[in-house]
């Protein structure tokens, strides 16, 4: 038995298993009690290359030795390094850092509504989509789709109507003199794994292209490799006029980012930032990792990968009763059919599997972008083996 965490003084914000972990390398966790863990959660896509990867432990700790931030007020030679690697690699020319997901959405939010004060006569409504995740502040929460969050901490920000996601007819429906934008996930993550279609999104850019409005990828949890391209709108083959980054970025070191096309650039000096923005510390772990993600063939493999694991993953599934698995890439759920995601979940942990369920018939696998086929292939077994202990006992 593992004995109880005392965590009194912590405020209870999450549900924790009784395990407090001390060390992670690669796909592999390790706790108090010198168990390890297969990790196929990586800190919700945040890990891309697994836990206290090298190449970051080494960024982090030259550049901690060197500078860590100088004030967002002065250039430094990291977040301008790291500024041109994105726009170089991706479809916006400017980008603005940030230290979490939430304020890069809120950063992109600002700039669309300035925008549209601009020149769209003071338009400030976004439309996003039900069942959307941008973030907990409270804009990002009353921009998001998630169930119950309508109630929560009222009155949040107004101007977000939700559209449904895959259904560009529901879109127009929501269209108005006062609509500046409409923002979505190229693959909604929190809301269960649900990628939009190509023709959504290509039906989405000639929309808003054909109205005058922006569009607004939040790429926190899609982007960075995690789909087998550095962005997951780029399998639609579309380019966004805003975009966020965040989660894989900084390899597991908090880092997002907000970018946009040079035309849609209106901030003035004092219209964004905030103290930590930009770092230098940050942006050498981002660097650290973007520059892995873009060497050669890395981001094929990731694609190799996600395939491996579907091949594996779904007949057996399949032949236990449960679904199979959604996604692109390695951003994947598992489809169970039936509301038991929390139990193969905790049974999962028991046997040394990390997965995480963002709803009660679905399992998110999420592991490090570099995961190798023999730890594919260990992960899918303890999978089946809890998926199989479940089936015989429903
Ligand atoms: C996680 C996430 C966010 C919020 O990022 P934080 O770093 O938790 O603030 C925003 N958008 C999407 C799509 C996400 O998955």
Known sequence: MTPAVDARSLLEVAVRPDIVFVAGKGSWLTDSQGRTYLDFVQGWAVNSLGHAPDAVARAVCDQAARLISP?????????????????????????????????????????????????????????????????????????????????????KTPGFPKAVYNDLDSVKRYLTDKTVAVMLEPVQGEGGVFPATDAFLCGLRRLTEETGLLLICDEVQSGMGRTGRLFAHEHADIEPDILTMGKGIGGGFPLAAMGCKARFSCFEPGDQGGTYNGNALACAAGLAVVETLLAPGFLERVEVAGARLRERLDPKAQALGYGRTRGRGLLLALDLGRDCAADIVAQARERGLLVNNTRPDAIRITPALNITDAEIDQGVDLLVSVLAAAADRS
């Open 71 to 155: 004030s967002p007020a002065y250039y430094n030679d990291k977040m301008l390094r790291l500024a041109d690697l994105l726009t170089a690699n991706g479809p916006v020319d400017k980008v603005f850092f940030t230290n979490s997901g939430a304020e890069a959405v809120e950063g992109a939010v600002k700039l669309a509504r300035k925008w549209g004060g601009l020149h769209k006569n003071g338009a400030y409504e976004i439309i996003t989509f039900a069942s959307a995740f941008h973030g907990r502040t409270l804009t990002c929460m009353a921009a998001s789709g998630k169930p119950g969050w309508d109630r929560l901490y009222e009155p």
